[in-house]
């Protein structure tokens, strides 16, 4: 019985080996997107309209990951948190009587917030993509109040 030529069997086995290698990235990359997905939930969606591009947008997605990492975010001081949970009530009292000036403050107090929890304090859209992965249900609305 004969085999064949060993040429024949090598490009075989490459074949096999090549398509091997692109089921695994395939897959690695469908999980990678569900991760993201589930992680983001609907940042992830505002994410890929806005980038136009899914790859694109799961690029960016995972960058904000990485560099939210890198932060040393601590939990606040228990007089801090009563300090700051005082100034929020105090806000949210304020607002049916001065709604504008309200969520200037609430702004202001969210910012200070973050600043004191270990935040990079740049630019409002930075902030944004730093909170969206361990909170991404509340960045749309952290986005309203801030076009308020």
């Known amino acids: 019985m004969q085999t064949g030529s060993p040429t024949l069997m090598y490009i075989i086995a490459a074949v096999v080996v090549i398509a091997v290698i692109l089921i695994a990235v395939f897959a690695s990359r469908r999980a990678s ?3 993201l997905q589930k992680r983001f ?6 994410t890929v309209q806005t980038t136009g591009d899914r790859a694109q947008a799961e690029r960016e997605l995972a960058a ?3 560099r939210v990492r890198k932060f040393h975010i601590e939990e606040l001081p ?3 948190r009563d300090r700051y949970t005082e100034e929020w009530r105090t806000v949210q009292t304020r607002f049916v009587d001065e709604p504008r000036a ?3 403050q609430a702004d202001v107090l969210v910012a200070n917030v973050m600043r004191d929890r270990g935040h990079p ?7 944004v993509a730093d909170i969206s992965p361990d909170h991404p249900e509340v960045v749309d609305n952290y986005r309203a109040a801030h076009d308020i």
């Open 102 to 104: 309200a969520v200037t």
């Open 33 to 35: 997107s569900a991760r």
């Open 64 to 66: 904000r990951e990485a």
């Open 78 to 80: 228990a007089g801090a």
């Open 41 to 46: 939930g609907p940042e992830y969606e505002r």
């Open 121 to 127: 304090m740049e630019n409002f859209d930075q902030r």
